[in-house]
């Protein structure tokens, strides 16, 4: 069946039109594909505003690939978790790199497995193999490069093959092949919203959707707003390429905007001439000085927001970096008794129960005194009267190495911690117990505060977030 095309500017009611026709169809199990989990969790809350919508299932592009690859009668592969997909890189990186050309010295750096992988997702979204890697080398300057990537490339297919599970890419081919082979293995209605970009790989499941299926399309699109349209023209006419049933183009309505000065702001945004417009509720300009003066700033505003009877729920704070400043905002807020939320990307080694875990693995790997001294300084659990002794004992001396360290601490107390002792036994072993090892050990520190009568510091038992590091570590 055909292609359904909604267009128009943002706030021109896009979104009630998709989700008019969605509940018009709720009988037939549809899928309502947007751009994040963000996105899912407010189509959610708005399907089910006025009761349960049942039927419907909201997911990103993701989501969508797994539901039509499940269509099929054959048992769906195991997917590589985020985890081990950078596991799996990482070992092709170890076991290609002899066969390296001008990329052998970079993968030899840390960060080189990391980069790689970024670069993998793009191929694969690309929907390229490593032949076509291989085959893009012999028609440029940069060949040697190429090949490099396209070995690396193989090397990792290889490993995902030898643990005997798939990827996000192989679930993506797996539907795509599968609506190719069987059109009507599917049969229930899918709409997108507001994706402005596709890659290979969606747009050919797209496409093979429109073969078989009902599919609705609804993405934003303004001629005159030259920032709206350089990003979604070339979509548009691809989309059209296909065979489409019916164009739909929304206007903009001020009443899709809670104020009147916010749909003014929408309109002339980026305009060469904009209009001018009286000031309004809708937007209040905060001056302060400091990133402290800023953050009570917002915490008072928002503080004023919830004496008026707003919902708690309902108030953002949207932050450019929101790892660098957010600690800032939340802890005012939480100081004026406001609950709140932060949520932000935070390197483990950022968090006390990951940076002390680091510190002990580099320790019992040639690692440095100092190591081993942040792990007995976090929530280790040892007596603070021990670590101190330990901290004099190492700088009189002035120990370096953690191995000096240890035989230091066995010199006084005969014998090692029980969690030094157990990692240090394990670094040589098996990866699969040395794993579960730092799994428990990252729950029982994360624990030790919530204990009562814990000699020593503290990871802060008002917070989850050591608790949820100690989850994302195991």
Known sequence: MPLHLIHGP????????????????????????????????????????GG???????????????LV????????????????????????????????????????RTGFALAFGRLLDELQAGGLRPSDVEAGAGTLESSAYLTDVATLFAGYEAVR?????????????????????????????????????????????LAALTDGGEVTFALPFEESNAAIAARTSSLLERLRALEVASETRTEPQPAHTDDPLLFHLERNFGRANPERRAPGAGLTLLRSAGERGEAEAIGAAVARLLAEEA????????????ERRGPLIASVLESYGIPVALEAEIPLSATSI?????????????GSAADLLRFMRGPSGLPRGQV??????????????????LDLWCERYERLPNDVAALSAAIEGPPDRLARLVARLAATMASRPLRDGVDGPTAGAEDDRELRAAAATA
């Open 161 to 205: 093959d030898r643990v005997g599970m798939a990827d996000a890419h192989r679930v993506a081919r797996s539907a795509i092949a599968l609506l190719r082979e069987s059109p009507d293995a599917w049969g229930r209605p899918v709409f997108l919203y507001s994706l402005d970009d596709l890659t290979v790989n969606q747009f050919e499941l």
């Open 52 to 66: 349960a919508a049942l039927g419907a299932t909201v997911t990103t592009f993701a989501g969508l690939f797994r």
């Open 311 to 322: 919902e708690p729920g309902e108030v953002a704070i949207a932050l450019r970096s929101p």
């Open 10 to 49: 943002p706030n021109s009611g896009r979104a009630g039109l998709v989700r008019e026709r969605l509940e018009a169809v709720l009988d037939r199990d549809p899928v309502l594909v947007v751009p994040t989990l963000d996105d899912v969790h407010r189509f959610e809350r708005e399907l089910c505003a």
């Open 354 to 366: 990951g940076g002390t875990l680091l510190a002990l693995l580099a320790a019992l790997q040639d």
């Open 388 to 405: 101190d002794w330990f901290e004099r004992s190492l700088r009189r001396r002035r120990v370096r190495t953690a191995a000096e360290a």
């Open 69 to 108: 690859a499940s269509a099929s009668d054959a048992p769906a592969p195991v997917e590589l978790t985020a985890a081990q997909r950078r596991r799996a890189v990482a070992v092709t990186v170890d076991e290609r790199r002899a066969q390296l050309g001008p990329l052998r010295h970079s993968a030899m």
